[in-house]
């Protein structure tokens, strides 16, 4: 069964405390990103990937990392610089280049509340 | 920076009226996608236009790309409750990744 897995499905952390959100795709895609999604609001690209070992900050990359060791591994983590980091985060990938319009499918999504 | 818009922001309709969202750049857009998100569900692929003028229909979905490819549109028919959602356009201006825009709620009241 194809897809894009992310857990957990709920993260509770306190504040000051990185976390790290898996995303895992056996679709075979080349390019993966990582959304957030704040209540009521559209998805802001955080990073993305084209390729293993390399990765591109997107338009809200202060704060978080990441890693493409795989092709089919992308965590996020959530470091303790990001400020607001209680948000819905969406883990997309596509067959294609990121910059070349390849159709997104996202996972689940991991809702992140720091308290 | 590119910006993408979308209106309304939230529709109530009754089921079997009909519904349109629309989507505006500030910027040429090289092709556009439409996504849907069900309530405490992720975005769905529902479409993506390249051409200018260009009109796609999916059962009661119509969607339009502007002529001056900086413009968008997605017309539902007759919804129905299974319809509810976010719908979310995303535009890429050549060379950049896609933006999305802030998406219009639909709930549709049987």
């Known amino acids: 069964d194809g897809g894009i897995t992310q857990s957990p499905k709920y993260l509770f952390r306190k504040e000051g405390q990185n976390v790290t959100l898996s995303c895992e795709q056996n679709?075979?895609?080349?390019?993966m990103y990582w959304y957030r999604q704040d209540p009521g609001q559209g998805l802001r690209l955080i990073y993305y990937s084209q390729i293993v070992n390399d990765f591109q900050k997107g338009d809200i990359a202060e704060g978080y990392s990441v890693s493409r060791e795989k092709k089919e591994s992308f965590p996020l983590t959530v470091t303790s610089a990001q400020k607001n980091p209680t948000a819905f985060y969406l883990c997309?990938?596509?067959?294609?280049?990121?910059?070349?319009?390849?159709?997104?499918?996202f996972g689940p999504g991991t809702r992140l509340l720091v308290l | 920076g590119q910006q993408v818009m979308q209106i309304p922001q939230y529709q109530h309709v009754q089921e079997g009226e009909d519904f349109t969202t629309y989507c505006n750049s500030s910027?040429?857009?090289?092709?556009i996608q439409w996504y849907k998100q069900r309530p405490g569900g992720h975005p769905v692929f529902l479409i993506q236009?390249?051409?200018?003028?260009e009109v796609k229909k999916q059962k009661r979905l119509t969607f339009q790309f502007g002529e001056a490819k900086k413009n968008s549109s997605l017309h539902i028919t007759a919804t129905q409750t299974t319809d509810v959602g976010t719908y979310f356009c995303?535009?890429?201006?050549?060379?950049?990744?896609?933006?999305f825009g802030p998406g219009t709620r639909l709930s549709v009241l049987p």
């Open positions: 910027t040429t857009l090289s092709n």
């Open positions: 679709l075979n895609h080349d390019a």
């Open positions: 995303a535009g890429r201006s050549y060379g950049q990744n896609f933006v």
């Open positions: 997309a990938s596509s067959p294609g280049l990121a910059g070349a319009g390849g159709t997104q499918y």
């Open positions: 236009l390249v051409k200018s003028g």
